[in-house]
DNA sequence: GTCTATATGAAGATAGAC
DNA sequence: GTCTATCTTCATATAGAC
């Protein structure tokens, strides 16, 4: 069996990890997140994981106590990192169609990404079974997107921007509209990745919409 | 290994097939589903189906190709069935309020009973390795019912009843709306499934926003 | 930490008797 | 069609050397 020759580990260092050991836990966790998305968690061998990473199987159980473990930790941090990036600087100030369309070009794109699809998808299978898992991703993905929109509609009110009863309610119909015709079709492999420009005559669309219902000045 | 008693097979019938035998499909058929719910595709194994189904793993393979196409099948008739159980008698007609409202709750039910959400999550979790799967739930559940709104909002804007520019394109942020709220938490397993009277709240919110759009009675 | 080698158990699918 | 028994492959996880 081929595989990279192994230098001993390097010194042990500051943090208490050799680079040696960074490295190989990178290409861990590189290599069993690109097959998770692409054969799903049961599918996905420990084999398999330390054959595309190029270590041996029992370094991939040094580093991770099981495939249960390894499988939470990539998708949630993930998931983290994906959904902690729509962007939401200034949206309290901007006039609301500003902030509405920058949130709704940002969020749109942001689901229909295929990391994100991926994600979506192994995360909706496997929380039945991985109650812990739907519920970080929940919470540090959706959730927390709907709520910073409901903060920014609250301060569009108070400003006198918008006209909005419930804000989390508004907000949880603005989302849905944004997945409305792609998000499905997509995450079920019906249609291609739609182009940038479709992506954006949808979220305007969807602005406004929900600005006939919600914007203050008619 | 304990197994209830088998009688040989009873005389073939006109359809071609025994009585015996149509019993046991149907008793294979409901297990595998069953367990499918509970366990994912790849996570069910063939003996576990036989052995709930009360036959031979012999026997299983007797009906069914393979372990994909017994997956396939199943999943795919289900959906076309919970979707088409949509009720739309006499939507055209109906006062619009009315009509949406009677579709609105109706869909928010059937998208959060136990048995669509686990379809969902074994159709969203597998159409990347079985995309005739996707293609076929799409099709006939989800595109079928927003194609059925949209020929009720065309309707109802050809008798002046509302003012709808793009009834697919309102159909479907009608029908992203109703998914807004609820549908998410429940598929992940963060909410438990929510009491009549709350379903009934978000729909009825969900017709009323609607309505400030395409409403033509302003 | 990292490797090779292996224990242990199941998986999907089929053979052959009835 | 249905069973029991089995083939073959491959899974997760660990032992033991370095």
Redesign the pocket.
């Known amino acids: ?1 081929l ?2 020759h ?1 230098d ?2 390097a010194a042990v260092e500051a943090g208490g ?2 680079r ?2 960074e ?3 990178r290409q861990i966790l590189q290599a069993a997140f690109r097959l998770f998305l692409r054969h799903g968690f ?1 599918a ?5 994981i ?1 054959r595309e990473a ?10 991770a ?4 473990e390894l499988f939470a930790g990539i998708v949630a941090g993930r998931a983290a990192l994906i959904y902690g990036s729509v962007e939401l600087q200034g949206a309290e100030s901007a006039a609301p169609e500003d902030a509405l369309s920058r949130f709704a070009r940002h969020f749109i794109q942001l689901i229909l990404s295929p990391e994100a699809q991926g994600i979506y998808r192994l995360v909706v299978a496997e929380a039945p079974r991985n109650p812990e898992l739907g519920r970080i991703f929940f919470e540090q993905g959706p959730r927390a997107v709907t709520q910073r929109l409901a903060a920014i509609l609250e301060a569009q009110v108070r400003t006198g921007h918008l006209n909005v009863d419930d804000p989390l309610a508004a907000a949880q119909e603005f989302l849905g509209m944004l997945h409305g015709k792609f998000h499905l079709p997509c995450v079920l492999g019906v249609a291609g990745q739609p182009p940038v420009e479709e992506l954006e005559r949808a979220a305007e669309r969807v602005v406004r919409t929900f600005l006939k219902v919600y914007g203050s000045m008619r």
Do not use: I, W
Request: net charge positive; proline share 6%; no cysteine.
């Open positions: 069996m595989h990279s192994n001993p580990p990890l050799s040696y050991s490295q190989k836990r049961e996905t061998t420990m084999d398999a330390a190029d270590v041996s199987k029992a370094t991939v159980y040094a580093h106590k099981n495939k249960q």
